[in-house]
């Protein structure tokens, strides 16, 4: 009997499809082609195996899901998995009639991503006339009486518009906001320069938060996702390599996380190929970083090791070219000075992002 504790938690990356262009987003630049996408079907059969597995929730998300005509079909199938499913998503093409097939599907919650409180700003950084779109989406759901979370990207371009974000989740009538500091992988690392925010725009940022908090306890659930590269703590990796959650690319590629693709040498299996359980327990991707012996020092003999398991793999390749070495994040690793590097050098000036889109050329594979 395996002696490794079942996830909670899976992430269906349904499509890497997408109406928006958004500069910040943690989708690979190499983005899978609908033709590679799993069908609904295989959709159904991946829940069976996770719920087995012990998985109790689901994330659908991309891209964009409501891209996927089968999605009323893949929410079924989860819902027949006995897993809660949370749809994340745009609120792009999202209609009334579409909202109530999906809730008669079995879909719990819906989870609204916003760019910024002021319309104009939000469809700029979207690089896309999308703010109407979620605007509408936002009213759909509360119709239905589905629970409704708000979620902001944050980056030098939002931060400073917290208290109007807050206010448009109270408008909106959301029960949650999350307000996510912007975690440089995929397309996000491809335009860090542009989206690091300074110190003081960080701390006004904080400030604001706690405000929020102390007046809507109670009221509205306010989350804040801590930013990587400020503090000198390293985050735990998705609660540990392995250890809560997995990842379904688009394509059936499983993952620890959803950027781990970026690792070399990871060989990730796919559902098409092994059973889910397998990978879990057994495959090298899952197995590479889980728990704390592959560590070197100083996490080996530090005692928050299993705290924060030597921090995100996918950030430390990401600023040292070598993904099992301490987290830069970390005050305590011996690569920290570049990471301070790159936060005291960053600007309050406006830089242009340079857009996700379908393809990518030579241009946008720099980093």
Known sequence: MSTIPPPWGLL???THACPLHCGYCSNPLELTRRSQELTGQQWVDVFRQAAELGVLQTHLSGGEPLLRKDLETIVAGAEDAGLYTQLVTSGAR?????????????????????????????????GSRAFAAK??????????????????????????????????????????????????YGW??????????????????????????????????????APDYFDGVPKPCMGGWGAVSLTVAPDGTVLPCPAAATLPGLDPANVKDHPLRWIWEESKAFNLYRGTEWMPSPCRTCERRDQDF???????????????RTDPACSLSPDHAKLKTLTQSASSGISELIPRRPTVGPQARRT
């Open 94 to 126: 999202l209609t009334a009639d579409r909202l109530q097939a999906l809730a008669h599907a079995g879909l719990r919650s819906v989870q609204l991503s916003v760019q910024h409180a002021d319309a104009a700003t939000s469809d700029l950084i979207a």
């Open 12 to 14: 269906a990356e349904l």
């Open 310 to 324: 030597g921090g995100c793999r996918c950030q430390a390749f990401a600023l040292t070219g070598d993904a099992t």
């Open 188 to 225: 996000g690392l491809l335009n860090r320069e542009g989206l690091m925010p300074g110190q003081d725009q960080l701390t006004r940022a904080m400030d604001s938060v706690r405000i929020w908090r102390e007046k809507l306890a109670g009221r509205l659930e306010i989350v804040w996702v």
């Open 135 to 184: 605007e509408s989406a936002a009213a759909l759901v509360k119709d239905v009486g589905l629970p409704l979370g708000v979620n902001a990207v944050l980056h030098r371009h939002n931060l400073d518009a917290i208290d109007g974000l807050v206010e448009l989740a109270l408008r909106w009538g959301a029960d949650r906001i999350e307000l996510a500091n912007t975690q440089f």
